[in-house]
């Protein structure tokens, strides 16, 4: 069956550090890929997807590059904010079933 | 509406109570779903709607779990004789149907106690 990992949290960075949370998959076929987020007290929203292999997905300096080789779906921003804290979501979906989601990870955000 | 409205907001109730969440989904969209977010962990995928064909309700964990949906319009999803692990936040999202494009509502977080 399909399923996603992701590393666990929480991580905590210093605002206009470097991120990296990483992502892994196991699906059949060609699945197409997303990253969700969660601020506090909201519910998810689409933050990027890629459809097929060597896609890059971005959107608000937030980017990841399908990875079909490595089954890897990283997300990457060059230099977080306090407002980027929340809970991100990596997630599949192989065409003929819902969204598979990873445990996601909690990123914190100090000034 | 302009977003997936779900509601109750939170909702507390004592065991053995049977509980309705409803999920007003994003007008026009043929897809909705239901996830469970329990504490600490991922997204549980509960069940899903399209449009008029039959629902695919192979992620309800228990006959106690039900839930249904008027054409393409609101959801309930019912919890006959609520159990303490049921607590949780729902979550419900609808799409046009598309591969993993989904509006999420903002929840509804269920305790009981």
């Known amino acids: 069956g399909n399923s996603v990992t992701q590393m666990e949290g929480p991580v905590t960075l210093s605002e206009e550090a470097f991120l990296t949370i990483n992502c892994t998959y196991t699906a059949t076929g060609y699945p197409s890929l997303f990253w969700y987020v969660q601020y506090p007290g909201e519910g998810l929203q689409l933050l990027l997807k890629a459809t097929k292999a060597d896609d890059k997905g971005s959107n608000k300096g937030f980017e990841a590059t399908y990875r079909k080789e490595t089954t890897s779906f990283h997300l990457e921003k060059g230099s977080v904010q306090v407002s980027d804290s929340a809970v991100y979501f990596c997630?599949?979906?192989?065409?003929?079933?819902?969204?598979?989601f990873g445990k996601g990870t909690m990123l914190l955000v100090s000034p | 509406g302009a977003g997936v409205s779900q509601s109750p907001s939170n909702k507390v109730t004592e065991k053995g109570k049977d509980v309705e969440l409803r999920c007003d989904p994003i007008s026009g969209h043929t897809a909705l779903y239901w996830y469970r977010q329990r504490l600490g962990q991922g997204l549980e995928f509960l069940i899903y709607?399209?449009?008029?064909?039959?629902?695919?309700k192979s992620g309800l964990p228990s006959d106690r779990f039900s839930a249904e949906r008027t054409g393409e319009s609101v959801s309930t999803l019912t919890i006959q004789r609520t159990q303490q692990e049921d607590s949780a936040v729902y979550l419900c999202?609808?799409?046009?149907?598309?591969?993993?494009?989904?509006?999420f509502g903002s929840g509804t977080r269920l305790t009981v106690v």
């Open positions: 997630a599949l979906s192989d065409g003929y079933s819902t969204l598979t």
């Open positions: 709607f399209q449009g008029n064909s039959a629902p695919d």
């Open positions: 999202a609808s799409s046009l149907g598309g591969p993993g494009s989904y509006t």
